[in-house]
Every structure is written in structure tokens, then in C-alpha cells.
């Protein structure tokens, strides 16, 4: 069983930073996409960054040019870094492992494992 195990959320003002981590079990970690989803209550899970194998990034467009998203490998860990943070951005942040085949890469189904999510709260 894989194990993801996230940190790096809290409280933030507008416009602050965080910046999250996710550490993997499995190995090889270089074999799979990572991806950072994040959901608010009463909403759909929704797609916020991934990196495949080959380092290719994709972002949804409420976030780009703003967050980050970056692997390293030889800790199994993947980050996502996140800048001029606003309210909207509010939520449970959760990463996830799969393969998810390209014209997908932004659904949740394609994911394997995910971790327990971590709390993000940006104040006005």
C-alpha cells in the first residue's frame, strides 16, 4: 500500500506564500505523475497541478503563474509551491500518485493514492 503523507499547510494573509510537500512510499517514485488536487466543502475535488515522470507540468488556470509544482526524486517527495496566495485559493489540499494518460491528466479518477490533505487558509 502506498503511503502519502502531506505537510506544509496553515494560515496565510493575502498575497502570502506556502509552500507544501507530499513524501511518497513507493519506489520508484520517478515512475509515476504527482498531482495536487484540492476541495472545499460541499464542492467537487478539482484539479490544481501535476508532474509527470518526464517533468512535464500542467496547471489549472486559477493557479498559473502563481504556484509551482516541482519533484525530487531521490526523496520521493513532491512540492508545491504557492505564491500571492488569495482567499479563493481556500481549501483542503490533497496530492495524489498514478499514471494518468495525457487527455486526462486533470481527472481525479486517474489517480491511484492519495494522501489525508492538509488545511490551506488564505484571510482577507
Known amino acids: 500500500q502506498v503511503q502519502l503523507v502531506e505537510s506544509g499547510g496553515g494560515l496565510v494573509q493575502t498575497g502570502g506564500s506556502l509552500r507544501l510537500s507530499c513524501a511518497a512510499s513507493?519506489?520508484?517514485?520517478?515512475?509515476?505523475?504527482m498531482g495536487w488536487f484540492r476541495q472545499v466543502p460541499g464542492k467537487e475535488r478539482e484539479f490544481v497541478a501535476v508532474?509527470?515522470?518526464?517533468?512535464?507540468?500542467y496547471y489549472d488556470d486559477s493557479v498559473k503563474g502563481r504556484f509551482t509544482i516541482a519533484r525530487e526524486n531521490a526523496k520521493n517527495t513532491v512540492y508545491l509551491q504557492m505564491n500571492s496566495l488569495k482567499p479563493e485559493d481556500t481549501a483542503v489540499y490533497y496530492c495524489?500518485?498514478?499514471?494518468?494518460?495525457?487527455?486526462?491528466?486533470?481527472?481525479?479518477?486517474?489517480?491511484?493514492?492519495w494522501g489525508q490533505g492538509t488545511q490551506v487558509t488564505v484571510s482577507s
Open positions: 495524489a500518485l498514478g499514471r494518468p494518460i495525457l487527455s486526462a491528466i486533470t481527472d481525479q479518477h486517474q489517480y491511484y493514492y
Open positions: 508532474i509527470r515522470y518526464s517533468d512535464h507540468t
Open positions: 513507493e519506489r520508484p517514485f520517478s515512475n509515476y505523475a
